[in-house]
């Protein structure tokens, strides 16, 4: 706006008012035109965080789970690196529901969730709440001995702070070295199998399997 100041002004003083008003309509329509490009940036922005993040917990979602395990997947193969994927499911929950209503259960999902964000350090890595009580985490070029440290690490602070006796963490692991990538959908299933094998163990287990 203020580049057509000098031509408000002179045309003011050759008294060429219809001149004048359309110069300071056009630097108002500028100004508008600046304004709502901000605006629809901001909102766009913020629509798409919403797309990709679950309502209650704060964590990314599933639909942003596939997409960002797809990516790594590729960028792991391409970089040739190791990467691990950790479902976590909450053993029992329908006991909180149940018993207490689902509201308690809603801030225990909370709970579990903020265990998570405060294990999880490095910025490369991702946390995803992905079905009603199971969260996943995507580990990138990080050793097996680790990732296996990292979910201890859940479930201590997990048990520390959990005031349910039948209620425990169970998860299941696998990583993948960088010369042996599988598919996604494969890898999925291989997590969810030694999931299946924590929960049969008694639960509040971890199993884990290197691929590769």
């Known amino acids: 706006m203020p580049m057509n100041f000098p031509i408000i002004a002179y045309n003011l003083y050759l008294f060429q008012y219809d001149k004048a008003i359309l110069a300071v309509m056009y630097s108002l329509f500028l100004i508008i035109v600046l304004l709502t490009a901000g605006l629809n940036s901001k909102l766009l922005s913020k629509v798409r965080t919403l797309s990709i993040t679950d309502s209650l917990t704060g964590l990314f979602n599933r639909r942003h789970f596939d997409m960002v395990f797809s990516n790594e997947l590729s960028r792991a193969k391409r970089n040739k690196y190791p990467i691990s994927l950790i479902f976590i499911d ?3 929950f329908k006991y909180i529901n149940d018993t207490f209503g689902h509201s308690v259960g809603d801030s225990f999902l909370i709970h579990v969730a903020n265990i998570l964000k405060q294990t999880l350090r490095r910025s490369g890595d991702s946390m995803f709440r992905i079905g009603g009580d199971e969260y996943a985490a ?28 039948n209620v425990s963490l169970s998860m299941g692991v696998i990583s993948i070295d960088s010369l042996h990538m599988i598919d996604q959908q494969s890898a999925i299933t291989a997590a969810d199998k030694t999931l299946y094998q924590a929960k049969k163990a ?11």
């Open 90 to 92: 909450i053993d029992n």
């Open 138 to 165: 995507i580990l990138i070029n990080m050793p097996p001995n680790e990732v296996t440290a990292f979910c201890i690490t859940i479930q201590k602070r997990f048990n520390q702070k959990n005031q349910y006796k």
């Open 202 to 212: 008694g639960k509040n287990q971890i199993k884990s399997e290197s691929l590769g």
